[in-house]
């Protein structure tokens, strides 16, 4: 493994403003390392290395800027999640309809990362339209989890967590409806966060006053992760949910942090059939929230009809935004999609002022919980990675699924809260399968979540654990 992708992205940053290494030298070491890995993995089936390398050359040609913006990468390559346009690069969303689509004009969470010194080298694989949190699609089949490849990687953000843990780049993107970016987090030993929706804008979009889709940074490490997220951040006239910047930076938050006073901490957030050895795992590694001085309290908010709340809303999304789709290539869409859509336009407007009243319900009972907590802390999934060949969870604990979203729910519950939520690596399967914990911030309190998050990283001591080889676990008929 080349040493400079053993790296974190901050101390390339570093190496990279002060001119030890060239943004050039940095591609071809995640080349090299995409090289390697690539086919036991297959994260990032749509390379742009030479686009890359013309970038490369002309932040050279440019010199270090003075006043480079916070969160400026000064050449450090990054992987985009292929749901985001990328001009000149075959952008396919994972999707037989796109599969030789290649735009024009890329999407402002393109053009924003690449005006801070990043640069795109290639795209990272997705299921079809980002449903579903098991990475595969007919256009470039499945994402296999580095950890045993025999399991999934989870999904949606599947491949950018994959490209992370194996060392192919230092940063990637994600997006997170239901707990894209969360859950192939904690099946990869990364960190993802879902951000509030409006902190990372994009666009321009079909639906830009949407907010249960969110997008948001990937990496290896909280601080790497805080670097990427002020990169991110900002306001921008294409979305019109977007939100300023803090004042004080994201990684100042991590440099800096404040340990939490009271949290509170919930195995199931008292609606999930959560396996018993990841319970086991998130149990004890709470406990290093006590060691630096925050009191740890079971409790939870009140979540009792959030898969209603939100099935409902995701399928009336489902239904405006690719209803079209749906009438125009309803053989070339997987027939989750089409199950969706369905679900969607057979909703009546009782049902969706139910949902949304009800949400609104849900919303002020989060609040109210944020009145007595600074933060709540689960497990990121209900049950370790899994095998890739199954589409999905249909049974935990009992419990039978018969969808492809129900088994989501210890993510998509939290999506409802429009909080900021973000997994981090907590600990290790007997099988040596990666464990993610779920901390949840009040809403726009992504630095006092990336702080505490941080302590947390830093009391587990598990940041080591990556990049690494592929453990290989699978036959040709896998």
């Not at 491949?159 to 060392?167: D, E, K, N, Q």
């Not at 086991?280 to 409790?299: L, N, R, S, T, W």
């Not at 199954?390 to 809260?417: C, H, I, R």
């Not at 587990?460 to 676990?473: E, F």
Request: a negative charge; hydrophobic letters at 45%.
């Amino acid at each position: 493994m080349n040493e400079l992708v053993k790296l974190t992205a901050r101390d390339a940053v570093a190496l990279l403003r002060k001119g030890e290494v060239t943004p050039v030298e940095m591609v071809d070491a995640a080349a090299e390392r995409i090289a390697e890995v690539e086919p036991a993995v297959n994260a990032l089936p749509t390379l742009a290395v030479e686009r890359a390398r013309e970038h490369a050359q002309r932040l050279m040609a440019a010199g270090t800027p003075s006043d480079a913006p916070r969160g400026y990468l000064y050449g450090l390559p990054v992987a985009i999640k292929d749901l985001k346009d990328v001009a000149g690069v075959r952008s396919t969303k994972g999707s037989r309809i796109y599969a030789d689509h290649i735009p024009e004009r890329s999407d402002y969470l393109v053009t924003n990362i690449e005006a801070k010194g990043g640069m795109i080298i290639a795209k990272s694989n997705t299921p079809e339209f980002g449903a579903g949190a098991n990475t595969f699609n007919e256009v470039f089949g499945k994402t296999r989890n580095p950890w045993d490849t025999s399991k999934t990687c989870g999904g949606s953000s599947g491949g950018s967590a994959v490209a992370l843990a194996t060392g192919e780049v230092w940063l990637a993107t994600g997006s997170d409806l239901g707990g894209s970016l969360r859950i192939p987090a904690s099946f990869c030993s990364i960190v993802g966060m879902r951000p509030s929706p409006g902190r990372v804008p994009h666009g321009p979009k079909d639906m830009p006053f949407a907010s249960l889709s969110v997008e948001g940074p990937m990496a290896r490490t909280v601080g790497d992760l805080a670097l990427f997220l002020d990169t991110q951040a900002g306001q921008a006239a294409l979305d019109p949910l977007s939100i300023p910047a803090p004042s004080t930076s994201f990684v100042d938050a991590v440099d800096s942090p404040v340990a939490p006073k009271r949290v509170a901490y919930t195995p199931d957030l008292g609606i999930a059939p959560v396996d018993p050895e990841v319970r086991a795992i998130c149990e004890a590694a709470v406990k290093k929230f006590a060691d630096f001085g925050a009191a740890v309290e079971g409790a939870t908010i009140d979540l009792h009809d959030a898969e209603e709340i939100f099935q409902t809303m995701r399928a009336a999304q489902y239904a405006a935004q690719f209803g079209k789709l749906l009438e125009q290539h309803r053989d070339l869409l997987k027939q989750d999609i089409v199950w969706n859509i369905e679900k969607g336009q057979a909703l009546s407007s009782e049902d969706v002022n139910r949902a949304e009243l009800a949400r609104g319900a849900l919303y002020n009972r989060t609040t109210a919980f944020f009145n007595d907590y600074d933060l709540l802390i689960s497990p990121a999934v209900l049950v370790p990675a899994y095998d890739i060949n199954q589409p999905y969870v249909s049974e935990a604990g009992g419990v039978k699924f018969d969808n492809y979203v129900s088994w989501l729910v210890m993510s998509f519950a939290l999506t409802l809260t429009a909080c900021p939520s973000i997994s981090v690596p907590c600990g290790f399967t007997a099988a040596g399968l990666p464990v993610g914990l779920q901390i949840t911030a009040p809403r726009a309190s992504e630095a006092a979540l990336l702080s505490a998050a941080a302590l947390f990283e830093q009391a587990i001591d598990l940041k080591s654990g990556v990049p690494i080889d592929p453990i290989v676990r699978h036959t040709e008929a896998n």
